[in-house]
């Protein structure tokens, strides 16, 4: 079959916008990790504190009352925006991952062996994705669900002194942005190398 020079412009552009999608795609998966590990830092540095108190009530004798040391607006905001930070990142990614399987090869121009040694390194990188991706975006999320629960618990009066005042404890946001950056940043390696197994049998079918 002939290719004409107009199809070989039309395909090379289309690799070109191709490969700038996938480009733009990577770039913005990182900065959406990047958005959600820094704003659970500024949500743990404010996340609510508690002071305690000896108070004597009449009758009662004395109790330890706590207070809350601030609203819990401004933790919540910034792990209400690392939460969609990193739900972001994971839809982004997948996206990623339909615009290279949509770019390979065509089926009826490869010969795939399923026993092949490549074949099986792409489906054991796409597994490798998904398990990562997943786990990760799992554990991250239920962290800063645990941690917008406690926060909103005080959204309001907060300032009222209580018999009991339930906090998060120190590096619970931390934790969910370290989780969230480092999945973020290992899909992106599996996605990479994925890419590279396919671009690598293609060429092999086309020179076969």
């Given at each position: 079959m002939t290719v004409t020079h107009a199809e070989r412009v039309t395909n090379r552009r289309t690799t070109q916008l191709c490969n700038k999608t996938e480009a733009f795609l990577?770039?913005?998966?990182?900065?959406?990790?990047?958005?959600?590990?820094?704003l659970c830092l500024f949500a743990e540095a404010t996340r609510s504190k508690v002071t305690w108190d000896d108070k004597k009530h009449k009758g009662?004798?004395?109790?330890?009352?706590?207070?809350?040391?601030?609203?819990?607006?401004?933790p919540l905001f910034f792990a209400?925006?690392?939460?969609a930070a990193v739900a972001m990142a994971v839809l982004v990614e997948h996206i990623y991952l339909l615009v290279v399987v949509s770019k390979s090869?065509?089926?009826?121009?490869?010969?795939?062996?399923?026993?092949?040694?490549?074949?099986?390194?792409?489906?054991?990188?796409?597994?490798?994705?998904?398990?990562?991706i997943w786990t990760g975006f799992a554990?991250?999320?239920?962290?800063?669900l645990?941690?917008?629960?406690?926060?909103w618990g005080h959204l309001s009066k907060w300032a009222t002194p209580r018999l009991s005042c339930l906090v998060i404890r120190k590096g619970l946001f931390s934790a969910a942005g370290a989780i969230g950056l480092?999945?973020?940043?290992?899909?992106?390696?599996?996605?990479?190398?994925?890419?590279?197994?396919?671009l690598s049998k293609e060429q092999d079918n086309v020179w076969r």
């Open positions: 990577k770039i913005l998966s990182i900065l959406f990790g990047l958005s959600c590990f820094i009662k004798g004395q109790k330890l009352e706590c207070v809350y040391s601030n609203s819990a607006q401004v209400g925006g690392a939460f090869t065509p089926p009826d121009l490869l010969s795939w062996e399923p026993d092949s040694a490549k074949e099986k390194t792409i489906a054991w990188l796409k597994g490798a994705f998904f398990v990562t554990v991250g999320e239920v962290l800063l645990v941690g917008i629960f406690v926060e480092i999945t973020v940043l290992l899909a992106g390696f599996c996605l990479t190398a994925l890419r590279a197994q396919i």
